[in-house]
């Protein structure tokens, strides 16, 4: 698909059925390899990475296809041990093969992971892993060489619950002599749904969905069939959806226990969600409030995979909500402004304080006024100008204090005197248009002006409509990138 036409506006109405998680699938798809026979696996989603999965098997010798929804796969005839290069650049969960493939060969040969880029994913917890399971690993030149005669049981602590690592040691368990113990193991429903495949095909199994997984190996696995476990990434993004666009949706097949976290959140935005046997109803008739700052955290905490698109529903909030751990260009491309040492901008039509370092939320609602803004032609690359406001030391710090007794008050006068963003005492000759900018919003009647977080965003806060729509006439001349705001509300 080369694009999405989306026509917005519309409340969503309706039911859909909740595919099968990718992130069950791909792991179940490596652990075909152990039972050396025939596996059919339903609600297995039609993904870019499950294609991938299934072409790295076909690359050992495997056979795969599909039948409607249901795919069907031969791991009998498996008769190599290494990937493709090319294959394994295509995503990167497909280290998540090194564990099976050493378990039933006894040696695997891969290069390092490709994929997705949404930040660094390192393999090391799973190598170290594997090391004390007894396997020889060479890593140079970007090329896994692991072999194993003999892999063997025992208690191994994981410094970090992670998902690829906890699967990968399962996997590997299996074909291990004896008894291994995975202590701080990831919790998340994916790993139980590994488990739940692995006990299926003969393994031996428990503990999955706590901290402590235990698995008795060297047993003999065979073929079966399994039901992929339903996509709570998947259940989540239209959840978001039905809160930023309004309307009532039934996601069939969801399953709320694994979503409680995301729930929480949009129950206290001010959606009414209910869960149910069949399935999760969302409904979302008022307007939506934030809730309180949101961090990611492994199972059973906020998932970072829902992290943006809640971002994104958020934004129809009455006050701006952060994600601190986002990346900055994650937020930028969703319209927040971060970085900003001022005390106050315009985010979702809504008043905020904030302070280097720190995020305030829930303050009081901006005393009535208009906003316009200003936008430049040229960008100014946040990571450059922190450089430069690190390197120096600010005049004028935000009187943050002094922001949140004057929004107390309703007193706009107070608000205004108290606008300053230390960044522009570091801005480069370059991106002194923006003094221009300040300067042309006071002679045309804004009580202040400041530049919004890292810029080059300018906006005037006036009292009066009049003046303000005057003040955008006149810009957008030079600026087309103008804009009145009403603090609460929409740009108009």
Same mark, same amino acid.
């Given at each position: 698909m080369s694009r999405l036409l989306i026509r917005g506006g519309n409340r969503l109405q309706g039911e859909v059925t909740i595919q099968g998680a990718k992130n069950s699938v791909l792991p179940i798809l490596a652990a075909t390899i152990l039972t050396g026979g025939s596996v059919e696996?339903?609600?297995?989603?039609?993904?870019?990475?499950?294609?991938?999965?299934?072409?790295?098997?076909?690359?050992?010798?495997? %056979? $795969?296809?599909?039948?409607?929804?249901?795919?069907?796969?031969?791991?009998?005839? &498996?008769?190599?041990?290494?990937v493709p290069d090319a294959l394994m650049r295509e995503m990167r969960s497909s280290v998540i093969f090194l564990g099976a493939i050493l378990a039933r060969c006894g040696e695997a040969v891969l290069t390092s992971p490709g994929g997705c880029e949404?930040?660094?994913? !390192?393999?090391?917890?799973?190598?170290?892993?594997?090391?004390?399971?007894?396997?020889?690993?060479?890593?140079?030149?970007?090329?896994?060489?692991?072999? $194993?005669a003999?892999?063997?049981?025992?208690?191994?602590?994981?410094?970090? !619950?992670s998902v690829g690592t906890t699967e990968n040691l399962m996997l590997a368990a299996c074909g291990a002599e004896g008894v291994t113990v995975l202590s701080n193991a990831a919790r998340e429903p994916e790993i139980e749904?590994?488990?739940?495949?692995?006990?299926?095909?003969?393994?031996?199994?428990? +503990?999955? +969905?706590?901290?402590?997984?235990?698995?008795? +190996?060297g047993r003999p696995l065979h073929g079966g069939t399994y039901t992929i476990l339903p996509d709570r990434i998947a259940a989540a993004t239209y959840l978001c959806g039905a809160a930023s666009a309004g309307g009532e949706v039934f996601l069939r097949d969801a399953r709320e226990e694994h979503l409680s976290a995301v729930t929480a959140v949009l129950r206290e935005a001010g959606c009414d969600v209910t869960g149910g046997s069949a399935g999760i109803v969302c409904r979302r008739t008022g307007r939506l409030t934030a809730p309180r700052p949101i961090r990611t955290a492994p199972y059973p905490g906020f998932p970072t995979d829902a992290q943006a698109i809640l971002m994104a529903a958020l934004l129809r909030c009455l006050r701006r909500q952060y994600a601190p751990e986002m990346p900055v260009e994650q937020l930028r491309a969703i319209g927040l402004t971060v970085g900003s040492d001022m005390p106050f901008c315009v985010s979702g039509g809504t008043a905020l304080a904030e302070g280097r370092g720190e995020r305030l939320t829930a303050l009081p609602a901006l005393p009535d006024c208009w906003i316009v803004l200003c936008k430049p032609?040229?960008?100014?690359?946040?990571?450059?100008?922190?450089?430069?406001?690190?390197?120096?030391? !600010?005049?004028?710090?935000?009187?943050?204090?002094? &922001?949140?007794? $004057?929004?107390? $008050?309703?007193?706009? +006068?107070?608000?205004?005197?108290?606008?300053?963003?230390?960044?522009?005492?570091?801005?480069?000759?370059?991106?002194?248009?923006?003094?221009?900018? %300040?300067?042309?919003?006071?002679?045309?009647?804004?009580l202040n002006a400041a530049m919004s977080g890292s810029g080059p965003t300018v906006f005037g806060i006036f009292r009066e409509k009049t003046a303000a729509k005057a003040a955008e006439t006149a810009l957008k001349q030079c600026y087309p990138q103008t804009y009145l705001a009403k603090p609460v509300g929409e740009l108009v």
């Open positions: 696996l339903r609600r297995c989603p039609r993904l870019r990475d499950v294609e991938a999965s299934i072409r790295i098997l076909q690359a050992l010798g495997c %056979k $795969a296809g599909w039948r409607g929804d249901v795919l069907e796969v031969d791991t009998a005839g &498996m008769s190599g041990c290494d949404l930040g660094p994913r !390192p393999i090391d917890l799973h190598l170290s892993g594997l090391r004390a399971l007894g396997a020889e690993i060479d890593d140079t030149d970007g090329t896994l060489h692991c072999k $194993a003999k892999l063997t049981g025992r208690e191994i602590v994981l410094g970090f !619950p749904d590994l488990q739940g495949f692995l006990n299926t095909c003969g393994a031996v199994i428990t +503990g999955a +969905g706590t901290s402590t997984v235990v698995i008795r +190996g032609e040229f960008g100014i690359p946040t990571p450059a100008l922190f450089t430069l406001a690190d390197a120096g030391t !600010p005049k004028n710090r935000p009187d943050i204090d002094g &922001m949140i007794r $004057a929004l107390s $008050a309703e007193d706009l +006068g107070g608000v205004a005197a108290r606008l300053c963003n230390v960044f522009e005492e570091f801005l480069p000759e370059e991106y002194h248009e923006v003094f221009h900018i %300040k300067n042309r919003l006071l002679e045309l009647g804004a």
